[in-house]
């Protein structure tokens, strides 16, 4: 009982001749299919260096165009031959040129000899499969396509789209249920003779002479006519990029191709030297005599698929610069803004650090500069706190510092006396929480001693500032987390809140707030509200503050810390 | 109504990449020939082209790094070098060699010599287009050559493949550190900055304009629109009609610009690994301020040659050190892409 190979080979002929060697040597008979673009000259050199082993044979040779049935051709010439030259084999395993065994062959043997009547081949109706090249399918069977895909894609989608348009379909023959799958596969010498064999085999030809890639169908549907025992998988770890091309092994994928356990691999880069060295030979102590457990390269590959069409959410960099709306995340991790608490409280960002941990800033946007956490001059990954810096790309600014921050919650003080152009942009952000006390900024004017013309400009800019601002936040296109109060209402009870705010950023945290933020003291404020309308001007975004200072009391009671049960 | 404007703008860059290549036709006998090795280079060969002034020192370990990568031959053009660059370029068994008196700012920085040697030599095959402080880094570098990144780049269908430049600079003051011609320079440049980068999206050649990283943080943190550009496309599959804008930044026909995924995927990239703050760019900056033929309006940048010429510290508590490229890609300067 043995294996035996069938080869098609086009390319890198030195190490289709090393492989076929090495499996000729190790007593399974090879037919290999050179492609007919190989010139003379190297056909002649490679049939020649493998002149001396007598089980490896060269059928007849066609000109092979991926996608075409020229494949299927090549392939059921050299079954053929196989079947014919060498009676004693009992599988007939299918490989390319860039095949590489990745364990001993008697392993395989000894694999297949333990089942001896299994057909290992990937068969999946066409509804099944997730992998589907130009959005074909079933159509794949149903369609015609005498475009080549590879030289005239625009013809060929054309013409599909024609066909779909009037409605053509081929009708597929009698008893065929159409199943896809990797072209890789090992079959059993009676199902193979038996596909070939078939006397329907001259209609089921006719037919697959003019589906797309018949070499991913032709044996996948006609062995379900014939088979008894069809392990659906394949023997060859063959892996696929986005774009539906085979996945290249390097030398650097030694240990991985080594722990997949699986029996042969494909791919592999020609100059792959390691790997050639490495797994061409026979010796059992490298494997472990398992079930091929391709899952590990699976999930990698995986990644790098998604890798190449998705990204890292929240990055922008020279080869990763989404248009707006492509971005799958503005930003790499949930942030903070709060825009009027630190006005409104006495040492705020203390009492919030204390509060949730992460990294409490100031004003990142401060026009005179940046003010990070700690009053650092250059934070992570080199940002520096130079406004102009910062505002020649408020945006790349933000997502590097939420990028660079990675692991650690980021919050920061906002407001309408800082720079406003990224507040279109944390509005739109999903991970943006913004929490808005309205009409907070009154409170360092009031506070101020500066003269009451100028105050009275200053607040009507920024209430003006600070309305659109809401307006921006209140958009139906905003996607930000967003919270807002008048000042009026929060001092009422900041607990509830407060502690709203905190649970959203430490959820595991879990503990009550012990202690309140110390409100500024708001002695007079009403009064200086009043004032500010005396003087024309109209303070709205605070909300309802009685003048007199007798009824501030009851809003500005708690100017001490107080523990809430 | 797009569409007149669109074709418009193809048709203009279509004249501009014509004049290009006119001029470059023009300047072909600026260049000397002094060494021709040409006759040696292989159909499949991956070329680097490069001009060249004053780079003696850097140049054994240039080489050396491309020559490990698979570079099979070099196109040097040596610009007015008395330091013995032309020399030693010219016993190199695998470089080709021109030589040129004229000026280097009138020549687009170099470029139209360039591209008149891509013209001649470059058509059909990858070219690297090099500056002799840039060394390129790319996912799976040390095991992979070039020519498994140019099939990967092939089998993928792209043309080009972009790089940006990262500035390496050393711990102490630029003079501190004597660097000998040979050895890595990362050696002494080890420190980057990992996250600071600016990019804008160039709307006509559709380039991406990149700004930042430690250049931008101590030399242009008021004026950042000055700060110098890092986004590179070093390596194209040459044809002859092709031609580059200015420096390797942005490159005629656009679309080979689209070195990146706009639609949120990743593509596959490099570094440049930039070593221009060795202990010799202190002297450099002084006589570049008074050549001025490094910039189109160079007295704009004479703060610049100065706050060099006074040997800064570059390095702060946030500079992060380089280990190795997988470091690169995790922080997201560069992206394996699809490719794994």
Same mark, same amino acid.
Do not use: M
């Given at each position: 009982m043995s294996v035996g190979f069938i080869m098609l080979v086009h390319a890198a002929l030195d190490r289709a001749s090393s492989v076929a060697r090495h499996w000729a040597n190790s007593g399974c008979p090879v037919v290999i299919h050179v492609d007919a673009k190989v010139s003379d000259a190297d056909h002649a050199a490679f049939v020649d260096g493998l002149?001396?082993?007598?089980?490896v044979k060269f059928c007849a040779r066609t000109d092979v165009e991926w996608g075409t049935w020229s494949v299927v051709k090549a392939t059921i010439a050299a079954s053929e031959m196989a079947l014919e030259a060498f009676p004693h084999t009992h599988h007939i395993y299918f490989a390319s040129g860039s095949c590489l065994p990745l364990r001993p062959v008697q392993e395989l043997k000894a694999y297949l000899a333990s089942r001896p009547r299994t057909d290992f081949i990937e068969s999946a109706t066409?509804?099944?499969?997730?992998?589907?090249i130009g959005g074909l399918d079933s159509e794949r069977f149903t369609l015609r396509f005498?475009?080549?895909?590879?030289?005239h894609r625009y013809l060929f989608d054309r013409y599909v789209r024609f066909q779909r348009k009037i409605g053509f379909k081929r009708r597929v023959p009698a008893k065929l249920v159409p199943h896809l799958g990797s072209q890789w596969w090992c079959l059993t010498r009676q199902t193979l003779t038996a596909v070939l064999q078939d006397p329907d085999r001259p209609t089921y030809d006719r037919f697959f002479?003019?589906?797309?890639?018949?070499?991913?169908s032709y044996f996948q549907t006609l062995v379900?006519?014939?088979?008894?025992?069809?392990?659906?998988?394949?023997l060859t770890l063959s892996k696929f990029d986005f774009q539906g091309k085979p996945h290249i092994f390097y030398d650097d994928h030694l240990q991985l191709l080594r722990r997949s356990d699986c029996f042969v691999a494909r791919?592999?880069?020609?100059?792959a030297d390691k790997l050639y060295s490495s797994f061409l +030979? %026979?010796?059992?102590?490298?494997?472990?005599?398992?079930?091929?457990?391709?899952g590990q390269i699976d999930r990698i590959f995986t990644k790098a698929v998604e890798r190449r069409k998705k990204?890292?959410?929240g990055l922008y960099m020279h080869s990763r610069f989404p248009k707006e709306e492509w971005?799958?995340?503005?930003?790499?991790a949930r942030y903070s803004v709060f825009e009027g608490f630190s006005d409104l409280f006495e040492n705020f960002e203390t009492w919030l650090f204390k509060a949730v941990g992460g990294r409490v800033h100031g004003h990142l946007f401060h026009p005179d500069s940046v003010q990070f956490a700690g009053g650092e001059t250059i934070y992570n990954g080199?940002? +520096? %706190?130079s406004a102009a810096l910062r505002d020649y790309e408020p945006k790349a600014f933000l997502t590097s510092l939420i990028w660079n921050t990675r692991g650690e919650r980021q919050c920061f003080q906002f407001g309408p006396?800082?720079?406003?152009?990224i507040s279109k942009f944390m509005a739109m952000d999903t991970n943006a929480q913004i929490s808005v006390i309205t009409g907070a900024w009154a409170v360092p004017l009031f506070k101020s001693s500066d003269n009451f013309a100028y105050i009275r400009r200053e607040a009507a800019a920024l209430q003006k500032i600070e309305a659109k601002h809401l307006q921006i936040l209140r958009s139906t296109h905003a996607k930000a987390q967003v919270r807002v109060w008048t000042m009026a209402d929060f001092i009422q009870n900041p607990m509830e809140p407060l502690q709203e705010i905190v649970d959203d950023i430490a959820?595991?945290?879990?503990?009550?707030?012990a202690e309140a933020p110390q409100l500024v003291n708001l002695d007079g404020f009403g009064q200086f509200l009043q004032n500010l309308k005396n003087q024309g001007m109209h303070p709205y975004l605070m909300g309802d503050f009685p003048v007199g200072d007798d009824l501030q009391a009851s809003a500005a009671k708690p100017q001490r810390p107080y523990l809430v049960k | 109504m797009r569409m007149p404007s669109k074709l418009w703008t193809a048709y203009r860059l279509r004249l501009k990449r014509r004049r290009y290549l006119f001029r470059a036709f023009r300047k072909r006998r600026q260049l000397t020939e002094v060494?021709?090795?040409?006759?040696?280079?292989?159909?499949s060969d991956i070329l680097a082209f490069a001009t060249v002034r004053n780079e003696l020192i850097r140049l054994p370990h240039f080489l050396d790094h491309y020559r490990k990568l698979g570079v099979g031959h070099f196109l040097f053009v040596d610009n007015?070098?008395?330091?013995g660059t032309a020399e030693y370029l010219r016993q190199q068994p695998d470089v080709s060699l021109w030589s040129t008196g004229h000026s280097y700012k009138a020549a687009r920085f170099g470029v139209d010599w360039l591209t008149w040697l891509q013209v001649k030599y470059g058509h059909g095959h990858w070219c690297l287009t090099l500056d002799a402080d840039e060394l390129l880094v790319y996912p799976y570098y040390e095991s992979r050559p070039l020519a498994a990144l140019t099939a990967w780049l092939d089998s993928t269908g792209e043309r080009s493949f972009g790089a940006m430049m990262l500035d390496m600079y050393p711990e102490?003051?630029?003079?501190d550190q004597t660097y000998v011609a040979g050895e890595d320079p990362i050696d002494i440049l080890g420190w980057f900055d990992s996250g600071n980068y600016i990019i804008h999206r160039q709307?006509?050649?559709?380039?991406l304009w990149v700004q930042g990283g430690v250049r931008a943080r101590s030399f242009?943190?008021?004026?950042?629109?000055?700060a110098p550009t890092l986004?590179?496309?070093?390596?194209v599959k040459w044809n002859r009609r092709f031609a580059y804008v200015s420096s390797t930044h942005s490159i005629l026909p656009?679309?080979?610009?689209?070195?990146?995924?706009?639609?949120g995927g990743e593509k596959t990239s490099g570094i440049?690994?930039?070593?221009?703050?060795?202990?010799?760019v202190i002297e450099k900056s002084r006589e570049e301020k008074l050549r001025k033929?490094?910039?189109?309006?160079?007295?704009?940048y004479d703060e610049y040659y100065d706050s060099i010429a006074a040997d800064p510290?570059?390095?702060?508590?946030k500079s992060t050190r380089y280990r190795n490229w997988r470091q690169l890609e995790a922080m997201g300067l560069m992206s394996k892409g699809g490719w794994l």
């Open positions: 002149s001396d082993l007598d089980n066409t509804d099944d499969v997730p992998w589907t005498p475009f080549s895909w590879k030289k002479r003019r589906v797309w890639i018949p070499d991913e379900r006519l014939h088979s008894q025992s069809i392990e659906s998988r394949s791919k592999i880069w020609p100059q +030979s %026979n010796d059992p102590a490298v494997t472990k005599n398992t079930e091929p457990n391709p990204g890292r959410p971005e799958n995340g503005k930003t790499c080199g940002l +520096s %706190n006396g800082d720079a406003q152009q959820p595991r945290g879990q503990h009550r707030l | 060494e021709n090795r040409t006759a040696d280079i292989l159909p007015q070098s008395d330091d102490g003051r630029l003079d709307p006509e050649l559709q380039n242009f943190a008021n004026n950042p629109r000055r986004s590179k496309t070093p390596l656009p679309d080979l610009n689209h070195v990146y995924d706009d639609t440049l690994l930039h070593t221009k703050f060795l202990h010799t033929e490094h910039f189109a309006v160079s007295s704009l510290v570059l390095w702060t508590e």
